[in-house]
């Protein structure tokens, strides 16, 4: 049975990869942004039900995750399914901080609103404080993903942007804890970022040991 159901597969991913490679940067660019407006757009004309802001921050912070995960199935999916998404990890990775950056000034500019209460939350909400840590952490990937910081650091670059790891990790727990009582939906999300770094584990040993 896998004498035929494999090679079926494998044309059917280097199908894919064929259509991958035809489509532009700038196109996921704006497919991936274009949530981002809508959500804005249902929350000013009713859209978002009875708590417009919340569910805004919620949407703009699950968008930041999915995208985030997204990122870190590249390598898996290429290492083990043959699909190659390498030349649209930068465009990911930026757009997850996109969604971040939105979902924080949402949360700051709206539902918030005074740097009294903004500094109370980081200091005394767990959820807000591994939440703004993981801002704090993705910062510096964001402005050094470019060609100019790849080629200016050299095999540092690399090193600094292993710590999108801590930045899933981190996104992760932000969402378990920001949930109220336990919920299957946070824990799923925590699990797949799990299985995701964990599906790195092999190849890494294996390269140790040579």
């Known amino acids: 049975?896998?004498?035929w159901i494999w090679p079926s597969i494998t044309?059917?991913?280097d199908a894919l990869n064929r259509h991958l490679r035809r489509i532009s940067i700038w196109a996921v660019y704006l497919i991936g942004a274009l949530p981002a407006p809508?959500?804005?757009y249902?929350?000013?004309t009713g859209g978002l039900g009875f708590e417009p802001i919340k569910e805004l921050e919620q949407e703009l912070g699950l968008l930041a995750l999915q995208f985030l995960i997204l990122g870190l199935a590249i390598?898996?999916?290429r290492r083990y399914l043959g699909l190659n998404l390498i030349r649209f990890r930068r465009s990911?990775?930026?757009l997850s901080f996109f969604y971040v950056v939105v979902h924080l000034l949402t949360w700051l500019m709206l539902d918030i609103g005074d740097l009294g209460g903004i500094w109370a939350g980081i200091v005394k909400r767990p959820f807000i404080t591994i939440g703004m840590l993981a801002c704090v952490v993705m910062l510096p990937l964001a402005l050094t993903s470019n060609n100019w910081s790849v080629?200016?650091?050299g095999p540092r670059w690399r090193s600094l942007h292993k710590a999108v790891?801590?930045?899933a990790l981190l996104g992760g727990a932000h969402f378990i804890l920001l949930a109220k009582g336990f919920q299957v939906e946070p824990l799923l999300y925590m699990a797949l970022i799990c299985g995701l770094l964990a599906l790195r584990l092999p190849k890494r040993r294996q390269l140790s040991s040579t």
């Open 42 to 44: 249902m929350g000013a």
């Open 165 to 167: 790891y801590a930045i």
């Open 75 to 77: 390598t898996p999916a």
């Open 11 to 13: 044309k059917v991913v």
């Open 92 to 94: 990911i990775g930026l």
């Open 151 to 153: 080629r200016r650091l």
């Open 1 to 3: 049975m896998k004498a």
């Open 38 to 40: 809508i959500l804005l």
